[in-house]
């Protein structure tokens, strides 16, 4: 997701002024007493006023650039947007610090959370040193563009582009090719690790200037609670999903030595990361076929559909749209269409990983994304969607509030919508002649399970490593080590073939050079199932929640429409409770949506020796 305001990939980087005095900061109370005595509720007022106007006309600067970035990845564009951003940034380090003057009066709870967003806005602080600074910039205009121009070059002459070895991996059954592929991505993070290091180094400093003990530990404060309390969180709702996963691990690793055989996939180890059908084994729905119950095929596949039908890109997003819109949210602009990016251009460098954008907080709403037409892909057109509508939704609250109850909601609004496209939507729509019998649910639920099951430990094991990485936990000496101890102890997943610390793993992954927090994804893995539910109660629906669709439910749009205008003004524990009545993260939606497959796979199982 790309938002306007404090949005993840505009890293922002913090420039404390000399003048001010961070929030934690105790080092000058002298002068930190002489500030609050001068200061009252009514200057804060004003200064949250002034603030918001600065902030609006800098973000729609940086928005502008950070587009242009992405669409032509080129050594000029960087420059110009690693300049922006260092612009955008200094500004609000400078409003940032000045808030803290407000520190230690008391002020209505809505000032206080605007001043408390403002200084948890940036994802990447940088500490109070002008060229510092400059070099944190650079380091991350860089690294974006080390992995947006990434290709992987065999023997120097043909070279695919992440998107050619994206479709190979999903439909290639050959060890060895998957393995070339495997390790040929892998190529080009290598040189993103020494800059990876000096930016960890800068921003931990930045952090601490701050008053975090670390960029991670700032990072975890996000969450309308204390960040150890959300770290917490995290371990309770993956200990309520894990038995489900590795119950599908086990079920998993036992087909793939079928196919493989059990030399290549032992039975009591990791599975081998490449044989999953994703360059990162984070979703495993394209390996469905290897794993299907028998009889159970719903005998239909929305890649075909889509082909039978002769969806092109634009009729993908059009049909997400009217999901959507058949919900009662208001159609997109014609300059959605006008402006978006929806396939890959051939002649440039772009930056293809799908991201949303809102560019004025206004109606400017776009995606940019390489689309290819799978059942994959049309899935996450609607989570990009999801983007969009919930940026559009809140565009009225202030600034400080234009964005998600908290980062996984964003993540989750158009997973929730995609969960609706069962075979009866598909039917309704045209793309599908005959729904399947029940009898046909297994499979479909094995499908799902695949995609989302399996991605849950990737979601949380992500940030795990940086945060061990930014705490310290993890010296660069051990980045990559590191990596493939938390991918074996959350995913069961191993290397394919020896790593060594010359690699950077990591870095392969969009969002490690990207700097985009990756927990957000774990939450909206969660929270989609609980929305799904809850949305499906309020549409009045009778059946099983795995074959509920909320198409067409005015009702169901309007509950979420009244927690997506919200965006971040409320804590998330309330907008939670707006749609499902109650505060509190919970697996059980999920658990109860996949009880029949768990049934399933434990009968499966129940010879076999799970674990790794
Ligand atoms: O990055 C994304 C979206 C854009 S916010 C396409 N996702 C994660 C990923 O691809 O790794 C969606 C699911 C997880
Ligand atoms: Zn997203």
Redesign the pocket.
């Known amino acids: 997701?790309k938002t306007k305001i404090f949005k993840p990939s505009i890293t922002a980087l913090v420039v404390a002024s000399t003048l001010m005095i961070s929030a934690c900061n105790n080092k000058d109370d002298k002068k930190t007493t002489s500030v609050i005595q001068q200061v009252t509720t009514a200057d804060a007022t004003l200064f949250l006023e002034s603030t918001e106007k600065e902030l609006v006309a800098l973000y729609l600067e940086a928005s502008r650039a950070e587009w242009i970035y992405a669409n032509f990845i080129t050594e000029d564009t960087s420059q110009l947007s690693a300049e922006v951003n260092r612009k955008m940034t200094e500004t609000v380090v400078r409003l940032a610090n000045e808030a803290t003057k407000f520190n230690k009066i008391t002020l209505d709870t809505d000032s206080r959370r605007k001043l408390d967003k403002l200084k948890l806005a940036l994802t990447l602080p940088a500490p109070q040193d002008a060229d510092k600074t400059a070099q944190l910039s650079q380091l991350v205009a860089k690294l974006g563009g080390l992995y947006g121009k990434g290709k992987y070059c065999k023997d120097g002459t043909e070279c695919l582009s992440l998107g050619d070895m994206t479709a190979k991996m999903a439909t290639s059954r050959d060890y060895d090719e998957l393995l070339d592929l495997w390790q040929g991505w892998r190529q080009i993070a290598k040189p993103m690790r020494p800059l990876y290091e000096q930016q960890v180094a800068l921003t931990n400093e930045g952090a601490k200037e701050f008053g975090y003990a670390d960029t991670g530990a700032m990072w975890r404060s996000k969450y309308d609670m204390p960040a150890d309390d959300f770290a917490k969180e995290l371990d309770r709702v993956w200990s309520q999903v894990k038995p489900l996963y590795d119950s599908l691990h086990c079920h998993v690793r036992a087909k793939l030595g079928d196919k493989y055989g059990t030399d290549k996939v032992p039975q009591n180890k990791p599975i081998p990361a490449h044989l999953l059908g994703n360059m990162?084994a984070?979703s495993w729905g394209n390996i469905y076929e290897l794993v299907a119950p028998d009889n159970a095929d719903p005998g239909y596949d929305v890649t075909k559909l889509l082909a039978k039908h002769n969806y092109d890109e634009v009729q993908m997003v059009r049909g997400a749209e009217k999901f959507f819109t058949s919900m009662g949210f208001k159609p997109l602009p014609d300059t959605f269409y006008e402006r978006s990016l929806f396939t890959k251009p051939k002649d440039r460098d772009v930056q293809c990983?799908?991201?949303?954008w809102d560019i004025d907080a206004k109606d400017d709403l776009r995606i940019k994304m390489c689309i290819q037409r799978t059942g994959e892909e049309f899935s996450?057109i609607h989570?990009?969607l999801g983007?969009n509508f919930y940026q559009r939704a809140y565009k009225d609250q202030p600034l400080y509030y234009q964005e998600s109850a908290n980062d996984g909601f964003h993540?989750a609004i158009g997973d929730t919508i995609a969960l609706s496209v069962t075979p009866g939507y598909l039917k309704e729509i045209g793309l599908l002649d005959k729904v399947p019998d029940e009898s046909k649910d297994l499979g479909l639920l094995m499908k799902m399970a695949m995609d989302k099951i399996a991605?849950i430990p990737f979601?949380l094991m992500v940030d795990q490593w940086r945060w061990q990485v930014f705490s310290g936990e993890v010296t660069p000496e051990n980045y990559n080590k590191a990596w493939w101890d938390l991918r074996q102890k959350y995913q069961g997943v191993m290397a394919p073939i020896e790593r060594t610390e010359n690699d950077f793993d990591p870095g392969a992954?969009?969002?490690v050079p990207g700097n985009?927090p990756?927990t957000r994804?774990f939450l909206?893995h969660i929270l989609q199932f609980q929305f799904h539910k809850s949305l499906c109660e309020i549409a009045g629906n009778k059946e099983a929640i795995h074959r509920c669709s909320v198409y067409n439910s005015k009702e169901a749009g309007e509950r979420l429409n009244t927690m997506l205008e919200m965006g971040s003004s409320k804590t998330w524990q309330e907008a939670l409770a707006v749609v499902t009545g109650k505060p509190e993260m919970d697996a059980s939606a999920i658990l109860e949506y996949f009880a029949p497959l768990k049934k399933y796979l434990d009968e499966q199982n129940k010879d076999r020796q799970c674990g790794w």
């Open positions: 997701m990162w984070q990983h799908a991201s949303a996450v989570h990009e983007h993540e991605f979601g992954k969009y969002h985009t990756y994804y909206a």
